[in-house]
C-alpha cells in the first residue's frame, strides 16, 4: 500500500503504473531478486475505484486532507450535537487517520455509548 494524493482528474493509469514500476524496481534491489514473474494475484485500488466503491470524498481513505498544522483541531468530534445518539468513528474524525487512531475513535464512541 502507497500513500497517494485524493482523487482530482488525475490519470490514474499513467500513475498506477509508474508507481508499479518504481515499487518493483526497489524490491528487486532489496531483494536482489525480480518478483514480479512471481505474482500471481494483484489488485489496484486507487482513488476513482475508493470513490466508486465507498462514495468517499475524491477517493480519500481518512477524511479530509490533513496537511497543514491546524488540521488535528479541525477534525469533526466523535458525536452529533444535533442527532441525539448519532455517533462518529474513523479516520476522518477525532482523533485522526491510522488503524491506532481508528481504534482510538472506536473507543471513544463506545465510551461515549456507555455513558449514556
Known amino acids: ?14 500513475i498506477t503504473a509508474a508507481a508499479r514500476k ?12 525480480d518478483i514480479e514473474p512471481l505474482i500471481a494475484c494483484e489488485t ?12 468517499s470524498h475524491g477517493g480519500s ?3 479530509t486532507s490533513s ?3 491546524f488540521a488535528a483541531f479541525l477534525r ?9 445518539g448519532l455517533y462518529f468513528c474513523g479516520g476522518s474524525v477525532h482523533p485522526g487517520g491510522g488503524i491506532p ?10 465510551q461515549l455509548i456507555s455513558e449514556e
Open 61 to 63: 481513505l481518512y477524511g
Open 76 to 84: 469533526h468530534k466523535n458525536f452529533s450535537d444535533d442527532i441525539k
Open 67 to 69: 496537511n497543514n498544522r
Open 44 to 55: 489496484v485500488l486507487d482513488p476513482v475505484l475508493i470513490e466508486t466503491r465507498t462514495s
Open 22 to 33: 518504481h515499487i518493483l524496481g526497489k524490491l528487486q534491489r532489496i531483494l536482489g531478486r
Open 101 to 110: 487512531l481508528c481504534l482510538n475513535s472506536a473507543k471513544i464512541v463506545a
Open 1 to 14: 500500500m502507497i500513500n497517494v494524493p485524493s482523487h482530482v482528474g488525475q490519470d490514474w493509469t499513467a
